[in-house]
C-alpha cells in the first residue's frame, strides 16, 4: 500500500500499522450490533464526554497495534489523559481519536479514526509535550470513514491519496491526487447553535442562506452529518466549507474539536489537496496547542469560501 519512495521508512511502517488497526476497525465498527458492542460504556473520558463501548474498544487497538510497532515513541489519544511513552528513542509520535463522531455510531452513521504523525526526539524517551508543535512540524496525517465504503485517506507527502478497504481487507488505492476545489455552494456547520456564534460567523452564514437573492448572488446547500470525518470527507471529494466556531455556550472554550488529533490532521490533508484551514483568523497549521486536549475553532475546506471567514472575538 504505501511503497512510495517519499515516505520515510519509519513514517512508511507507521501507517502501515495504522492501516492494519483501522481495517480491523472497519471489522468492529460493521459487527458491532451483532456483537452487542454498541451503546453507552458507562464512562466519561478525560474531557467529560460520555464514552461508547467502541470508543474504548477502538481507542484499546490502536493503542496495542502501535505500542507493538519499532517505531512509535509515544501515542495520544482523545480518549486517554495522559500520552503513553513506549520507552522508544526516535521514530514517531502518533495523536488519534479512535473513534471520531461515535455519538453516530448507534444509529448507523459513518463514523471514522482521525491521525497525525510527528517526529520523536531522537536522543531520550518522548515526553507529552513532544506532541506541543505547530500542525507543519506533521510528517504525515490521515483519516478512515468507516460508512458505505471505507476509505483511509492519507498525506505523507505533497500528494492527498485515498485509498477503498476490499473484501479481503486490503487497502486499494482508489483516488491517487485528491484535490478541494476553490469555489463551493455547500457549507456544513451545526446551524442549531446560532444563536451562540460571534457576529462574523452568523452574517456569514446568514448571506448564504439568503441564496441568489442575497449578496452572495448564488443559491447554497447546506450539510451536517455530526461525525468531522464524513464531512471532511465530502469536501476532499466535492468541496465545501465546514465550520465549528467559538460560541457562546463554554464561552471559556476556544472551540469544540481538539487541535491535535482532529484540526491539524484535517487541516494537513485540506490544504495539501489545495483548500485551506483556519481558526477563523490565522491558518490552523501555525497553531500550536498549549496542551494534548486543547481545543480550538475550525474553518475548513474550499479556499475561496475558508478566506471569507474572519471570525475575530
Ligand atoms: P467526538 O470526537 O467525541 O466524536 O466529537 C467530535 C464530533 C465531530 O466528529 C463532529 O464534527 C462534532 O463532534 C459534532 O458536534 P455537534 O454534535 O455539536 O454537532
Ligand atoms: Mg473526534
Known amino acids: 500500500m504505501l511503497q512510495d519512495e517519499a515516505a520515510p521508512s519509519a513514517v512508511r511502517e507507521v501507517l502501515g500499522v495504522l492501516g492494519?488497526?483501522?481495517?480491523?476497525?472497519?471489522?468492529?465498527?460493521?459487527?458491532?450490533?451483532?456483537?452487542?458492542?454498541?451503546g453507552a460504556a458507562q464512562t466519561v473520558n478525560v474531557q467529560d464526554e460520555d464514552q461508547k463501548a467502541l470508543d474504548i474498544l477502538t481507542d484499546e487497538l490502536l493503542t496495542a497495534r502501535l505500542s507493538a510497532c519499532a517505531h512509535v515513541a509515544a501515542l495520544?489519544?482523545?480518549?486517554?489523559?495522559?500520552?503513553?511513552?513506549?520507552?522508544?528513542?526516535?521514530?514517531?509520535?502518533?495523536?488519534?481519536?479512535?473513534?471520531?463522531?461515535?455519538?453516530n455510531?448507534?444509529?448507523?452513521?459513518?463514523?471514522?479514526?482521525?491521525?497525525?504523525?510527528?517526529?520523536?526526539?531522537?536522543?531520550?524517551?518522548?515526553?507529552?509535550e513532544d506532541f506541543l508543535?505547530?500542525?507543519?512540524?506533521?510528517?504525515?496525517?490521515?483519516?478512515?470513514?468507516?460508512?458505505?465504503?471505507?476509505?483511509?485517506?492519507?498525506?505523507?507527502?505533497?500528494?492527498?491519496?485515498?485509498?477503498?478497504?476490499d473484501e479481503h481487507g486490503a487497502w486499494i488505492l482508489t483516488e491517487p491526487s485528491l484535490q478541494v476545489p476553490a469555489a463551493t455552494k455547500e457549507f456544513a456547520i451545526n446551524m442549531s447553535n446560532r444563536r451562540h456564534w460571534?457576529?462574523?460567523?452568523?452574517?456569514?452564514?446568514?448571506?448564504?442562506?439568503?441564496?441568489?437573492?442575497?449578496?452572495?448572488?448564488?443559491?447554497?446547500?447546506?450539510?451536517w452529518v455530526g461525525s468531522m470525518v464524513a464531512d471532511v470527507h465530502r469536501i476532499l471529494m466535492r468541496g465545501g466549507v465546514f465550520?465549528?466556531?467559538w460560541d457562546a455556550r463554554e464561552p471559556d472554550r476556544p472551540g469544540k474539536l481538539r487541535m491535535l488529533y482532529e484540526g491539524h490532521p484535517m487541516a494537513l490533508l485540506v490544504e495539501r489537496a489545495g483548500g485551506r484551514?483556519?481558526?477563523?483568523?490565522?491558518?490552523?497549521?501555525?497553531?500550536?496547542?498549549?496542551?494534548?486536549?486543547?481545543?480550538?475553532a475550525i474553518v475548513l475546506g474550499s479556499a475561496e469560501e475558508v478566506e471569507r471567514v474572519r471570525d475575530v472575538g
Do not use: W
Not at 486517554?80 to 488519534?96: K, M, N, P, Y
Not at 455510531?105 to 507529552?128: C, E, K, M, Q, Y
Open 76 to 103: 495520544a489519544s482523545e480518549e486517554q489523559a495522559e500520552a503513553i511513552s513506549t520507552g522508544r528513542t526516535g521514530g514517531c509520535l502518533v495523536a488519534f481519536d479512535p473513534l471520531d463522531g461515535s455519538s
Open 198 to 223: 460571534r457576529a462574523p460567523v452568523a452574517a456569514y452564514i446568514d448571506d448564504c442562506l439568503a441564496g441568489r437573492e442575497g449578496p452572495r448572488g448564488k443559491d447554497f446547500n447546506m450539510r
Open 243 to 245: 465550520l465549528y466556531p
Open 20 to 38: 492494519e488497526a483501522c481495517a480491523e476497525i472497519s471489522r468492529l465498527v460493521r459487527s458491532a450490533a451483532v456483537a452487542g458492542q454498541l
Open 105 to 128: 455510531v448507534d444509529v448507523n452513521v459513518s463514523v471514522g479514526t482521525i491521525f497525525s504523525l510527528r517526529r520523536a526526539p531522537d536522543t531520550r524517551p518522548a515526553h507529552a
Open 133 to 165: 508543535g505547530d500542525g507543519r512540524s506533521q510528517l504525515a496525517a490521515g483519516y478512515a470513514v468507516y460508512g458505505p465504503q471505507s476509505m483511509l485517506v492519507l498525506s505523507f507527502d505533497a500528494r492527498v491519496m485515498a485509498f477503498s478497504l
Open 277 to 296: 484551514a483556519t481558526d477563523g483568523v490565522r491558518p490552523l497549521l501555525d497553531r500550536t496547542p498549549p496542551s494534548l486536549h486543547a481545543r480550538t
